[in-house]
């Protein structure tokens, strides 16, 4: 119940059919898709990112060709499955900013994902300064990751710190071993997972 409530705004009884009455004038973009992905109903801040090209197309949240498309599906294979409640990817949109969607299937309504999308915001220097005292992070490391979670390339970051795009790239796989995670996704994700709310 509190994971429908952190996800759902509080307006009392979910609609069986009807979902756009609870989400219309809602500042983030709601989704409701169908089992495979395809949009169904989407508020005024979902159909903005639509037309503005950050999601979408052919009336399917992620086109078949977005690289994020295989972590997407495996995601609404285990909502459908009811293997999970709920989950987060972070993805690339059209625009290529990092943006975060969470995804929650409601036991009581059937063949409906209900999904809300957001650009990933840099993350704070609070939560920077978390990531570091929690995976013992070095200053470089700190930069390089804080450079890369507001959506700087590598070789951005590496000019931007005056280092070659190697030493930017021995800070990432140390970062990731720390992290204990895969690649740059994955420290991204991780970072916006413990950082956002």
């Known amino acids: 119940m509190t994971e429908r409530r952190s996800f759902l705004p509080d307006v009392g009884p979910l609609p069986h059919d009807d979902c756009t009455s609870w989400f219309e004038h809602d500042d983030l973009a709601r989704f409701v898709l169908d089992a495979q992905g395809g949009i169904q109903q989407c508020n005024a801040a979902g159909r903005a990112m639509i037309a503005s090209g950050i999601v979408g197309g052919g009336g399917a949240f992620l086109c078949p060709k977005h690289r994020n498309r295989d972590e997407f599906d495996n995601l609404l ?23 975060l969607l969470d995804l929650i299937a409601l036991p009581e309504i059937e063949n409906k994902i209900f999904a809300t999308a957001r650009p990933a915001q840099c993350v704070s220097a609070e939560g920077i300064e978390s990531l570091r005292a929690v995976f013992g992070l070095t200053r470089a490391e700190i930069t390089v990751l804080s450079h890369l979670t507001c959506g700087e390339p590598p070789k951005e970051i590496g000019r931007k710190m005056d280092v070659s795009i190697h030493t930017v790239r021995a800070h990432l796989r140390a970062i990731c071993m720390r992290m204990g995670v895969k690649g740059i996704n994955g420290a991204l994700r991780l970072s916006f997972q413990l950082t956002t709310s």
Do not use: K, T, V
Request: hydrophobic residues 30%.
């Open 77 to 99: 294979s285990r909502l459908n499955a009811r293997r999970q409640p709920s989950g987060r990817i972070l993805f690339r949109a059209g625009d290529d900013d990092w943006c």
